[in-house]
Nanobody, 123 residues
């Protein structure tokens, strides 16, 4: 049973924008933290940002701060990652994940994962 499903990835030029979506089952949407991770070729998967269940608490890592924003629409059972001013180093497979732990950041605390969506930033 798939609980999380990402979409919206693709090829974009440097400086461009993409919005990733993560569709969640109603049960998964009740998780305390939703987060986005990414994994670039040859690198470990990294946390890039998270959002609380009520959407009032959000955070992003310094490397994407000011460019990426996380939001959620509970009526649509969806969490979003808006990515602006994309750089070639943002190229990665992007995952959404859910955790029962409020404020979770470490990958080990996330027990629901999507299959990932590829983002490629290139001219």
């Amino acid at each position: 049973q798939v609980q999380l499903a990402e979409s919206g990835g693709g090829l974009v030029q440097p400086g461009g924008s993409l919005r990733l979506s993560c569709a969640a089952s109603e049960r998964t949407l009740s998780a305390n933290t939703f987060a986005w991770f990414r994994q670039a070729p040859g690198k470990e998967r990294e946390f890039i940002g998270g959002i609380s269940r009520d959407g009032k608490s959000r955070n992003t890592v310094n490397s994407v701060k000011g460019r990426f924003a996380i939001s959620r629409d509970n009526a649509k059972n969806t969490v979003y990652l808006q990515m602006n001013s994309l750089k070639p180093e943002d190229t990665a497979l992007y995952y959404c994940a859910a955790s029962s732990i409020a404020g979770a950041i470490a990958e080990e605390f996330f027990n629901s994962w999507g299959q990932g969506t590829q983002v490629t930033v290139s001219s």
